[in-house]
């Protein structure tokens, strides 16, 4: 049996912050639950939570951090602009921080490369009449990140990113004339979705690469796949610890989320994978002929995840 340890890393961003490899995710959780989870992941060792305006939990994330006695300056914390925010970025990252009870965040991220209509029928998800989403088709993401770099200066946040974007969406941003340059590059990560041509891409241009989903989300049938399983048993470990594992094998930063105090624990565990298993893995969805996407929420007619990258 492998021994295991504490996921204590952490990776250097291009803003000379760092940041820890474990962030707690929080998507999919009552309040009570994300604050009893936010305050015992930091009990245990946590120091980095992962939100979202659209998650709708920032209070109580704010609270329990508040509540845990642990100096700011010593969590990391990440909050994610609403596709429905782009036309006023600042007003909704002060927002975010009163709600967070912070004077800063150390990530903002734009959620996804996507406008939706700020004045729609839904601050959330706003539809049309025939019922598909209210983008404005005509506002790039490219336009949002620059007006999410003077966040950085205005001291709202340590750093920005992107989420949900392709390397040919990188592209674009890197031909802007950046004042800020982005530090993460928060995506969709696990052996069934590995994307390795992108995160070799994000991590060659100096972006931080963080895997959301990394256990396959809710229901997961990673958690039942055989081989990984095979792997496991091989370290005498969960398939999560696996995951998780991997994740940080393979440099990136890793958000699992959950709201079960064993396995808070058990996620923080982590056992050092050799690099057979590691590129095992990374390779397991191309030997099997197929990836498969656990988020992917309809922007028709805008193509946001382009599988030619
Ligand atoms: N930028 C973006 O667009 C997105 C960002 N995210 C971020 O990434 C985070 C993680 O992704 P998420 O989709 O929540 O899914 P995860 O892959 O983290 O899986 C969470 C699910 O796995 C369960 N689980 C957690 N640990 C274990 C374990 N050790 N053994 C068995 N089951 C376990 C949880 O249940 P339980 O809680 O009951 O333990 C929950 O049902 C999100 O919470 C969010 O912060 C996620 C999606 C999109
Ligand atoms: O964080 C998120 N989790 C999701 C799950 C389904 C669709 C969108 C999202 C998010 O933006």
């Known amino acids: 049996m492998a021994k295991t340890h504490k996921a204590t ?65 010593e969590i990391y914390v990440t909050t994610k602009l609403s596709p429905t925010e782009h036309n006023d970025v600042e007003k909704a990252i002060k927002t975010s921080l009163k709600k967070l009870q912070l004077d800063y965040v150390d990530l903002y991220l734009i959620h996804w490369p996507v406008t939706l209509n700020p004045n729609g029928n839904h601050p959330v998800v706003p539809t049309k009449p025939d019922g598909s989403r209210d983008i404005l088709l005509d506002w790039p993401f490219t336009k949002t990140y620059q007006l999410i770099e003077p966040l950085v200066e205005k001291g709202y946040t340590k750093a920005i990113g992107v989420c949900n974007t392709t390397i040919s969406k990188l592209e674009q941003l890197f031909q802007l004339d950046l004042k800020v340059k982005p530090a993460v590059l928060q995506v969709e990560l696990h052996p069934y979705l590995p994307q390795n ?112 990258d």
């Not at 305050?39 to 845990?68: C, F, M, Q, V």
């Not at 470990?237 to 064993?262: F, H, Q």
């Open 9 to 73: 890393k952490t990776y250097q961003l291009i803003t000379g912050e760092k940041i820890p490899a474990i962030g707690l995710g929080t998507w999919q959780a009552t309040d009570e639950e994300v604050y009893n989870s936010v305050l015992y992941a930091l009990k245990t060792g946590y120091r980095h939570i992962d939100t979202a305006t659209a998650y709708g939990n920032e209070e109580p994330i704010g609270r329990a951090i508040n509540d845990s006695g642990i100096a700011r300056e």
């Open 197 to 308: 041509k992108l995160v070799k891409y994000a991590q060659s241009r100096n972006l931080v690469v963080e895997a959301y989903s990394p256990l396959g989300s809710a229901n997961s049938t990673l958690l039942k796949d055989a081989e990984i399983q095979a792997i496991a048993y091989k370290y005498g470990v969960s398939i999560a610890t696996i995951l998780i594992s991997w994740a940080l094998w393979r440099n990136t930063v890793v958000l699992a989320k959950s709201v079960k105090p064993s396995r808070i624990e058990s996620n923080y565990e982590v056992v050092d994978l050799k690099n057979e298993d590691g590129v095992f893995l990374n390779e397991l969805a191309e030997r099997r002929g197929n990836t498969r996407r656990f988020v992917d929420p309809n922007w028709d007619p805008l193509v946001v995840f382009d599988s030619s």
